[in-house]
């Protein structure tokens, strides 16, 4: 995966009016740019047994921050017991049902 630019190149047009308002875009926008939850992948999986783990692969080559559901369809609670550069790992937490599609945002 192409990482993605976590900060704006800087410009001069020699304008100091313009350099100014460059500048603080630049500083505006990077801000904005060093937020973890652009950097991540949506990925589908489904809900594992109870007692059993799911392994999920998100190729972010970097161990996740974090994840959240973007959807299900069982109000399932999942949670996460493993993760590497690759993959991460969910268990069952409370409730839910089995093998029920969810869809995750890792970042």
Known sequence: MTPRPRTLPKLETGLS???EVLRKWSAFLD??????L?????????VP???????VR???GRVPIGWFHVASTD???LVRVAADDTTIT????????VDTPVTLWIF
């Open 31 to 36: 801000a904005i740019l060093a937020c973890p």
């Open 17 to 19: 009016k313009v350099d």
């Open 58 to 60: 998100h190729n972010l």
């Open 75 to 77: 109000g399932d609670e």
């Open 49 to 55: 047994d109870v007692g059993l783990t799911r392994v």
């Open 38 to 46: 652009l950097y991540g992948v949506l990925v589908s999986s489904t």
């Open 90 to 97: 969910f268990e069952q937490g409370t409730g839910g049902g």
